[in-house]
């Protein structure tokens, strides 16, 4: 019987880009098994391990890296242009992403032609108030929504009308189709 490598011989992992836990643990039980059959030693079962669980957190960092990459300017969430790595990873979860509140609402804004108020937009997407401001507050604090110096009167009380910045337009093209809005 030969050998088994780290990733040769082990049943396909249908999906995951990086080396996940549950990869980590079939290469375990395959060493493990080698050295019950006497394939390979027990130092060296632990030694491969050992450089398994290396492997996994290499692959970890570099895909954190990647990731912490895509986040460079500082309209994207509320970092600076070179962030350390765990504001990058705090602005990611910042940035709208599709099917996110953030996102629902950014897309109600960015299609508006004049302008929304909280109001409306937690009357027509249905969302209660407490979750639209401080969504929408993030927003503006991102540079994808500005206050527009206009207000429009519901319920008798006036209401900050709230546009979408080119940053918002951009998203949005990214998002939805490059000729939209």
Do not use: C, K
């Not at 460079?72 to 705090?90: I, N, Q």
């Not at 004049?114 to 209660?128: K, P």
């Not at 639209?132 to 927003?139: A, D």
């Amino acid at each position: 019987m030969t050998e088994l490598s780290l990733f040769d011989q082990l049943p396909a992992d249908p999906a995951p880009p990086v080396f996940t836990t549950t990869r980590l643990r079939q290469v375990v039980t395959a060493y493990l098994a080698q050295a019950r059959a006497g394939v390979i030693t027990l130092d060296d079962a632990q030694a491969r391990i050992g450089a398994a669980f290396a492997d996994l957190e290499a692959r970890r960092a570099a895909a954190a890296a990647v990731r912490d990459a895509e986040v460079t300017r500082p309209t994207e969430g509320l970092v600076t242009a070179d962030p350390p790595t765990t504001s990058a990873r705090a602005a990611r979860l910042v940035a709208p992403r599709t099917g996110s509140q953030r996102a629902v609402i950014l897309r109600y804004v960015v299609e508006a032609p004049n302008g929304v108020t909280d109001y409306e937009t937690s009357r027509d997407l249905q969302l209660l108030p407490n979750s639209v401001r401080p969504r929408r507050g993030e927003l503006a604090e991102a540079g994808y929504v500005i206050d527009s110096t206009r207000t429009r009167r519901h319920r008798g009380s006036e209401w900050v009308i709230w546009e979408a910045t080119d940053e918002a337009r951009a998203w949005y093209g990214r998002n939805f189709g490059a000729g939209a809005a």
